[in-house]
C-alpha cells in the first residue's frame, strides 16, 4: 500500500512513502502423516503451536517402527504441549525433549520456531529429519547434526534462516523419499502435503510431511 501526504505551505509535494508494516507474517500448516503399511501405531509424530510472535513446528521420528516408536515420538510431543514455550530458545526446547526421551526408545527431531515478526526462522535438527524452506528464487535445505534425541545428544546448533512472505517451510521423516520441492505448487497446502506422502511415502516405514506457508 501506499500513502500519498500533501504537505502544506509555499511549494507543495506529494510524497508517496510505504508505511511500516504494522502486520505480523501470516502462517498456514498442512501436514499428512500415517503408519507404515500392516502398523496400526505411527512412530511419527507433529507438533504445531503459535505463541506471542512466534511458531513452533516439531517432527520426530520415533527409531524404527511400531509401538516403541510410538511411545518415543508421542512423550515429543507430551514435552512439546508442556514446554512450547521454551521453543524461543531452541536449543533448550530440545535438549528438553532429549531428558524427557530418556529410557524410550529414542527418536530424531527437527524443530523450527518462526518469528513471524521478525521474518526469521530458527531450526535446529537432531537426526535424519529433511527440512527445507522454498521460496521463489529456489529452495534451501536447513542444516541437521547427528544424534539421537533420548538416546545420544550431541552438540546442538541452531541455524537461522530469512522466512519472508511466500517463503513454505517443508519438514519430513525419512519415511518420505527425497523429491523435487519444484515439482509441487503449494497453492493448497493440504493437497500437496497429502500428495507428497502419496507420492514419496515409503511402505516400509511411518511417513510424515509438515507443510508451513508463510503469507
Ligand atoms: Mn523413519
Known amino acids: 500500500m501506499t500513502c500519498v501526504i500533501a504537505t502544506t505551505?509555499?511549494?507543495?509535494?506529494?510524497?508517496?512513502?510505504?508505511?511500516?508494516?504494522?502486520?505480523?507474517?501470516?502462517?498456514?500448516?498442512?501436514?499428512?502423516?500415517?503408519?507404515?503399511?500392516?502398523?496400526?501405531?505411527?512412530g511419527d509424530a507433529f507438533f504445531l503451536r503459535e505463541f506471542d510472535e512466534n511458531a513452533l513446528v516439531v517432527v520426530a521420528d520415533g527409531l524404527g517402527h511400531g509401538e516403541a516408536a510410538s511411545v518415543a515420538a508421542q512423550k515429543v510431543l507430551e514435552f512439546a504441549e508442556r514446554n512450547f514455550r521454551l521453543g524461543i530458545e531452541l536449543e533448550m526446547f530440545v535438549r528438553g525433549c532429549h531428558g524427557s526421551l530418556m529410557g524410550t526408545r529414542g527418536a530424531v527431531v527437527g524443530a523450527a520456531l518462526v518469528n513471524k515478526e521478525k521474518e526469521r526462522l530458527s531450526y535446529v535438527g537432531v537426526g535424519n529429519i529433511t527440512a527445507l524452506i522454498k521460496t521463489k528464487s529456489g529452495t534451501s535445505h536447513l542444516t541437521s547434526l547427528g544424534g539421537i534425541i533420548g538416546y545420544n545428544l550431541r552438540k546442538l546448533r541452531r541455524f537461522e534462516y530469512s522466512f519472508r512472505s511466500g517463503s513454505v517451510l517443508v519438514m519430513c521423516t525419512d519415511g518420505i523419499s527425497r523429491f523435487a520441492p519444484s515439482e509441487y505448487d503449494f497453492t493448497s497446502l493440504e493437497s500437496t502435503a497429502k500428495r507428497i506422502l502419496e507420492e514419496h511415502g515409503k511402505d516400509d516405514d511411518d511417513a510424515t510431511v509438515v507443510v508451513v506457508e508463510a503469507i
Do not use: C, Y
Request: glycine share 12%; aromatic share 6%.
Open 9 to 42: 505551505g509555499a511549494g507543495r509535494s506529494d510524497l508517496k512513502f510505504k508505511p511500516k508494516r504494522g502486520t505480523m507474517l501470516e502462517l498456514r500448516f498442512a501436514a499428512a502423516s500415517r503408519p507404515k503399511k500392516g502398523e496400526t501405531v505411527n
